[in-house]
Each structure stands twice: as structure tokens, then as C-alpha cells.
């Protein structure tokens, strides 16, 4: 019975999202809502997460658990919010806590209270590099960049670049100040149109003398 759940609930997964343009036929996509904004490219599994507008998942990308902000740059073959074992039991082997187990045995008629999968959160703004792993329960702040085959099992700070196994912060990518006007106006939560008009400020190194007319939405 477990099975056939599964399979109709699969299948009414994958009608949802047939029409939704931004997800790729040739993806698997359960129990998740992805913006038609958004992007998501081939062979990529996206399961009880949530994708914001403008962020793209590169190919063959496997997303659980996870809230995934606006504008964020995920390249291929990254993993988000992997799965947790039990370590303070006599085995971490998941065949003695739960009935419906990755080995593929049923050992045990009652499930343990473990929490297998712990939400993950990809704020605003952030880049994640190819074969990235960012374990279950962490958070990434806005404006973060995780370096190509880091692995996080740390919280990432806001603009804060890290790289390296297990991911360190190498640098940040602008001063404290400039980080505290970016994260006070919140310009990912501003209407595409503003955005869009004052694109210019978007497109040069010294964008925090203008921050002010994309505050008020004038053109630059």
C-alpha cells in the first residue's frame, strides 16, 4: 500500500507542475511549490522545498527539505538539505528506527521519533557552485557565495563567501556597512518593474552611491 501511495502521489506531483514552464520535463519535482519564475534546469530532484522567482537549479541538482529565496544561482550537481542518521544510538543504520527504511527491510512495526530530513533555508541573492553539498539544518544568509565542491555544515553569514571541506569563510564580499544598507533595503522583495527600471545600479562596482533612487524607484 506504501507503494502505491507513493506512486499516485508522484503522479499527481507530476501533473501539477507538467504546465509549470520553468521545470523541466526530464526533472522529478514532489510535494514542492516552484515559482513560474524560476528555473529548473534537467534531471534535477526537487522534494518538500520551495523555490523563489528568478532562481535558477542547474542540472542533475537534488533539493530536499529546503526554502530556496529569490534570484539565487545554484549550478549543477549541488545537493540541498541532505538527510541526517542517528548518532547517538548503538547503529546509525536507519533499518532499527523506521518501517519504511532506505535499506529496503522492515525491521522495526513503529518509527522512532527522528527527524531524518531538518529544514534547510537559501536566503536571497546567493550563489552555490557546482557540486556543492549543504548538509540538512543549515542556513545560508542573503548575498552568500558557496565555493564549487564546499561542503557546508555550518551557518553561512549574509555576503559571506566560504569555501572548502568542511566550508570556512574565505572573505566577505563587501564591508559591514555596505552589508547593512543591503540587507535593510531588501532589494529582492522589490517589484520586478523598479528593479528592472533602475537596472544601471544593478551593473557597476560602485552601485552604493545610488542605492538610494533604486530605494525610491527612480530611474538611475
Known sequence: MPNITRIVSFGLDYL????????????????SVVSRKAKIYRHVKLDH??????????????VVYSTVGKFCSIAGEVCLGLATHPLT????????????NATGHRWTTKNVDFHEYVPTKIGNDVWIG???????????????VVGAGAVVTKDVPPYAIVGGIPAKIIRYRFD????????RLKWWNLSSRIVKKNIGIFQRADFIRHLESLEKGSAL
Request: hydrophobic letters at 35%.
Open 16 to 31: 501539477s507542475n507538467f504546465f509549470n514552464p520553468a521545470i523541466s520535463k526530464l526533472s522529478r519535482v514532489e510535494k
Open 49 to 62: 522545498s520551495s523555490i523563489g522567482d528568478y532562481t535558477y537549479i542547474g542540472p542533475n541538482s537534488r
Open 89 to 100: 544510538y548503538i547503529s546509525s543504520s536507519p533499518i532499527f528506527i523506521s518501517t519504511n
Open 130 to 144: 557546482t557540486r556543492a553539498i549543504i548538509m540538512g539544518g543549515i542556513t545560508i544568509g542573503d548575498g552568500a
Open 176 to 183: 559591514s556597512g555596505t552589508i547593512d544598507v543591503l540587507l
